[in-house]
């Protein structure tokens, strides 16, 4: 489905990442976790990419996009979004998505891998599902924890769902783990990960470790679910 979208909010999640939500349409549909993609006309031409749809469908009013500022134009082009501003979306895409039918997720994300991440676990938790999600995600420092509020409150809401911060470079008051995530974080906070379905999602290097850790973990090629940025 292609559409003009309205911007009708911005949040700002972290000093270089940001959310542009759009007038959802009522008649668009999507599953939580797939991607869009954004179409604007500039002096250049047409610029057309990929992104994650961050918000959830039980979000009826607004569809989101969350995105690092990394200064190249598209980037740019999205910080400059304005309300009332006017872009094309062509969705939905992707099939890295939750299967109701698994009822334990193992979660593996660095950065703005969250995006996906963040609309599944939106969606688990409003429609209070039974399936245990456990979260671990990784990040440079606490100021770069994109959701960290709402991931937090969701812990609240949510009996079946855990999150698991770790940093890079932590502040001297942190009692979380700090570096990547690892095998043994991941034997510690997912001691059952033998039974689980895992979704990965980050930048290149990070997917490419977390996949070769599970595979080490004698999971199977059905228990292992990536998402690789890259490719966008």
Excluded at 80 to 105: H, M
Aim: hydrophobic residues 35%.
């Amino acid at each position: 489905m292609k559409f003009e979208a309205e911007v009708i909010e911005t949040v700002k999640r972290t000093h270089d990442v940001k959310s542009v939500q759009f007038l959802r349409p009522s008649s668009f549909e999507y599953k939580a976790g797939q991607f869009m993609f954004i179409i604007i006309q500039n002096e250049d031409g047409e610029l057309r990419k990929p992104l994650t749809i961050s918000s959830s469908p039980t979000e009826k009013h607004f569809i989101e996009l969350t995105k690092k500022l990394t200064g190249h134009p598209f980037s740019n082009v999205i910080d400059s979004l304005q309300i009332g501003d006017k872009v094309t979306i062509d969705a939905p895409y992707g099939s890295f998505i939750l299967n109701e039918e698994v009822k334990k997720i193992g979660m593996l994300s660095g950065g703005i891998g969250i995006t996906p991440l963040r609309s599944i676990c939106r969606y688990a938790t409003d429609l209070q599902l039974e399936t245990s999600i456990i979260l671990l995600y990784g990040n440079k420092s606490r100021e770069d924890i994109a959701y960290k509020r709402e991931f937090d409150e969701m812990q609240e809401e949510n009996s079946n769902f855990k999150v698991v911060h770790t940093l890079i470079d932590p502040p001297s008051d942190w009692n979380g783990y700090t570096g990547f995530i690892d095998a043994e974080m991941v034997r510690k906070e997912v001691p059952d990960y033998a039974s689980r379905v895992f979704y990965t999602c980050g930048p290149p290097a990070m997917v490419g470790a977390m996949e070769k850790l599970l595979k080490e973990f004698n999971l199977s090629q059905k228990q292992i679910r990536s998402e690789n940025f890259s490719a966008y």
